[in-house]
């Protein structure tokens, strides 16, 4: 083997190294555009994701680590990463899955877009939010390695949303105990929603 062939091996060998480096960072996931934005063509992508290759195709332009570990979650990182991770924010009944919150098993995963972003169709089994107030930095958490709405942010949405009230009521009660958020936190993050749902939160919390 020639010094050029040795050059060529160990530029890929760091391609490749960056690019799991990435999908480390999102569960294991990657899409071709990010991949080619390392340096990862798709049709190399295409033929590592045969039968003992690097990676496995996961949906529409997202791979997945062939040996990255296995989660419960996978279903969400996988809809987060392809809805764009530095864009989309795992929100309302995902959120809780994510947390351990409540016993929801919600059919869809939630995610939520700037409102910029209304025109986008979300695909199917995933179902998009995009709030007329954009989610400030202390609203976002990192949970199960990916982007999630924070304790405080996911209880008020749902609550807002309409899910069941009894799984509403359990999920703060359980935050609360896990000390995941306190009541006047929940309070503060009620405060810039309507009456309507300060009222049904004020009902949910122990009394100040």
Same mark, same amino acid.
């Not at 798709?42 to 003992?52: F, I, K, P, S």
């Given at each position: ?6 050059? *060529? ?5 760091? =391609? ?14 990657? =899409? ?7 340096? $990862? ?47 989309? $924010? ?35 089994? $995933? ?18 390695? *990916? ?10 949405? $749902? ?12 999920? *703060? ?8 958020? =306190? ?26």
């Amino acid at each position: 083997m020639g010094l050029h062939d040795i050059i *060529v091996l160990m530029a890929d060998q760091e =391609t490749w190294e960056a690019l799991g480096r990435l999908a480390e960072e999102q569960a294991g996931y990657i =899409t071709t555009a990010q991949a080619e934005a390392i340096g $990862v063509h798709r049709n190399t992508l295409r033929d590592q994701a045969r039968e003992g290759g690097r990676v496995e195709r996961a949906g529409r332009g997202l791979y997945r680590l062939r040996f990255f570990p296995r989660s419960p979650f996978d279903h969400i990182a996988a809809a987060w990463v392809q809805a764009g991770p530095d864009l989309a $924010v795992v929100s309302h009944e995902s959120a809780l899955e994510l947390y351990g919150l409540a016993d929801v098993a919600p059919g869809d995963v939630h995610l939520t877009l700037p409102r910029t972003y209304r025109h986008r169709r979300a695909p199917f089994g $995933v179902r998009f939010h995009r709030p007329r107030a954009p989610l400030q930095e202390k609203e976002i958490r990192r949970v199960q390695a *990916v982007r999630a709405t924070s304790p405080e942010r996911t209880l008020i949405d $749902v609550l807002e949303a309409g899910t069941q009230p009894e799984q509403v009521e359990l999920a *703060v009660r359980q935050a609360i105990e896990r000390a995941l958020t =306190t009541a006047s936190r929940l309070r503060a993050a009620g405060a810039t929603r309507s009456q309507i749902i300060q009222r049904r939160l004020k009902r949910l919390l122990p009394a100040a």
